[in-house]
């Protein structure tokens, strides 16, 4: 029934195919492509020229080449850019990952025994001992890890959780702690008021339905002027006079102290917070701590032993890869002790880039400049603030330089448009009329790449024909 286009005038997709056989994108994207063009053709009426088609479907291709997961150079300044995939790994973590992935390992399987072993006990162990804890163990991520505490916690005739007005917290794109908690069939228990909650709120709140008492930590926010909180260690005591689990959700992750290695908060770590009596502590691996996606809880063995168990959990548990860096990455903090501890955790981007001094920035800045300053544009050092971002220490930035860019002959939003086009694409950011790159979150190994986009997107272009 179907007539071949080309007898209404259109070009067939074959004939339009056949530009486009060394495009990179598979076979059935392409002809779908085409095929989706030349309708819309058809249902205009239209009978364009065989070359309009080509451009309308190299249009469509080059806008779908940008969407496959890929890389990026980040000049946002944000280190841990949710959006853009959150911490870098650490080279060791690429290797363990690259070494697993390439062929089969030891994930359930005891070498020495010959046998069927236990998954990643080795890891658990070692998280534990960071974290100063008796054991710990890892699932998907932070989100994950409290669903999985909730369902264990949170269960039978004990389905309440406790937990503060002030600590009902959004996290990013649209993940409630509230909702979160309701999802996993746990009661709200709210207690205390926005700005205010004591111990005697708390001390109140609590029923025969009680399950369990939540802190979670303010991590993207901060209340100032006429507020409360209970000291942790009071909650934690409060908790455990009633037999009730004190579990605290950190967020973050930062298990060194991150004031010693910025001018930055001090960020409270799983140590501490379990020192302080919490009996399990949950945080995410790909924030602060610069690890992969994970969710690590720490804590009490018994409690970690029975959310192992829990038939949920398996459905929650991290793949190999993720085990295989995360291990690299944990094995970096537990060797990082001495002297040398400071350039030993330099070997963790995150860590490496919140050290980076304005100095350091600037020379890198100033350098870049000088090296472009042929390009038609005006190129200069300048400032800007870095964030940790992952919605956390919101109240901490850190002074960097840019590379800030005014072109000569299209404006800044053009500029933008066609680093971001960039393969790799370039993401930076406009304030006050200055395209700005913060070199915090370049790497000096990008910076050629970085040079190859500038060229690109600087160099004159010729006028678009007029249609
Ligand atoms: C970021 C965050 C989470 C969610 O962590 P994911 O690893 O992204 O699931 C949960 N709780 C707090 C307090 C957070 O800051």
Redesign the pocket.
């Known amino acids: 029934m179907t007539r071949p286009s080309s007898l209404r005038g259109l070009p067939s997709v074959d004939k339009i195919l056949q530009a486009f056989v060394d495009f990179p994108v598979p076979r059935p994207i392409i002809t779908q492509t085409v095929r989706a063009v030349l309708k819309e053709f058809r249902q205009s009426n239209s009978v364009p020229a065989h070359n309009a088609v080509i451009k309308e479907v190299e249009h469509r291709l080059n806008q779908l080449r940008l969407r496959p997961i890929q890389r990026v150079l980040n000049g946002t300044g944000i280190l841990a850019h949710t959006n853009l995939g959150r911490t870098p790994l650490a080279s060791k973590a690429i290797e363990a990952i690259t070494s697993v992935a390439s062929g089969y390992s030891n994930l359930e399987y005891d070498v020495e025994q010959g046998a069927r072993g236990g998954r990643a006990l080795y890891l658990e162990d070692s998280l534990a001992l960071l974290c100063g804890a008796e054991a710990a163990t890892v699932v998907n991520?932070?989100?994950?890890a409290?669903v999985l505490l909730l369902r264990q916690f949170a269960t039978g005739s004990r389905t309440e959780v406790l937990i503060s007005r002030s600590e009902l917290i959004q996290?990013?794109g649209g993940?409630r702690i509230p909702d979160i908690l309701a999802a996993t069939g746990a009661k709200l228990r709210e207690v205390g008021t926005t700005n205010k909650t004591t111990l005697q709120d708390y001390a109140q709140g609590i029923t025969p339905n009680t399950g369990l008492i939540l802190k979670?930590?303010q991590?993207?926010f901060f209340m100032e002027g006429f507020v409360e909180s209970v000291p942790t260690e009071a909650l934690a005591k409060l908790a455990h006079e009633h037999s009730l689990p004190c579990i605290e959700?950190?967020?973050?992750g930062a298990v060194i102290s991150t004031n010693c290695h910025a001018q930055i908060e001090h960020e409270p770590t799983p140590e501490e917070v379990l020192r302080r009596g919490v009996d399990l502590v949950c945080f995410?691996g790909?924030?602060l701590f610069g690890g992969p996606?994970a969710?690590i809880i720490a804590g009490k063995r018994e409690y970690i032993a029975l959310l192992k168990k829990a038939p949920f959990y398996r459905a929650l548990r991290c793949d190999k890869l993720i085990l295989a860096a995360l291990q690299a990455t944990v094995d970096i903090y537990l060797e990082a002790t001495g002297g040398e501890r400071e350039r030993a955790l330099d070997q963790l981007p995150l860590v490496s880039m919140l050290r980076q001094t304005y100095e350091q920035l600037l020379l890198r800045a100033q350098r870049l400049a000088q090296s472009h300053a042929s390009l038609p544009a005006q190129i200069y050092a300048g400032q800007g603030k870095s964030q940790i971002g992952?919605?956390?220490l919101p109240r901490s930035t850190l002074l960097s330089a840019t590379l800030d860019i005014v072109p000569h002959a299209i404006s800044v939003d053009e500029l933008a448009q066609r680093l971001r086009l960039n393969v790799p694409p370039v993401i930076g950011y406009i304030a006050g009329g200055v395209y700005k790159l913060d070199l915090r979150t370049i790497f000096p190994e990008q910076e050629s790449e970085l040079s190859d986009a500038l060229h690109h997107a600087l160099a004159p272009r010729p006028e678009p024909a007029a249609s």
């Open positions: 991520n932070c989100a994950a409290l996290i990013g993940f979670v930590h991590s993207n959700d950190l967020g973050s995410s790909d924030k996606q969710g992952g919605g956390t």
